[in-house]
């Protein structure tokens, strides 16, 4: 069963940096797309930022364009979320995802149907 466990999440103060990491107990982990979703308290889960399996593509929600970037370390299967200039819109709760490696067909575009736990941000003006 795939694990993903995050981190690096906290309390920051507007226009400061965070950085998350979600892990992955995948064997496969360069084989698959990853992602990073936000769901604030009443609100829709927001998808944020997305990588391909080699780290070549990468895409962003306009929010966040110009202040996030999303990177793997195929070789540590970890992606990260650099998180710039953080206002208090961003405060979420911020989860990883990855495509479900027990699929024998893989959905294009992926389809993120494995999920972490989630890791709190809280940015205060």
């Known amino acids: 069963q795939v694990q993903l466990v995050e981190s690096g999440g906290g309390l920051v103060q507007a226009g400061g940096s965070l950085r998350l990491s979600c892990v992955a107990s995948l064997r496969t982990f360069s084989s698959f797309a990853m992602a990073w979703f936000r769901q604030a308290p009443g609100k829709e889960r927001e998808l944020v930022a997305t990588i391909s399996w080699s780290g070549g593509t990468t895409s962003y929600a306009d929010s966040v364009k110009g202040r996030f970037s999303i990177s793997r370390d195929n070789a540590q299967h970890t992606v990260y979320l650099q998180m710039n200039s953080l206002q208090p819109d961003d405060t979420a709760v911020y989860y990883c995802?990855?495509?479900?490696?027990?699929?024998?067909?893989?959905?294009?575009?992926?389809?993120?149907?494995?999920w972490g736990q989630g890791t709190q941000v809280t940015v205060f003006s």
């Open positions: 995802a990855t495509e479900d490696p027990e699929r024998l067909v893989r959905p294009v575009p992926p389809q993120y149907e494995v």
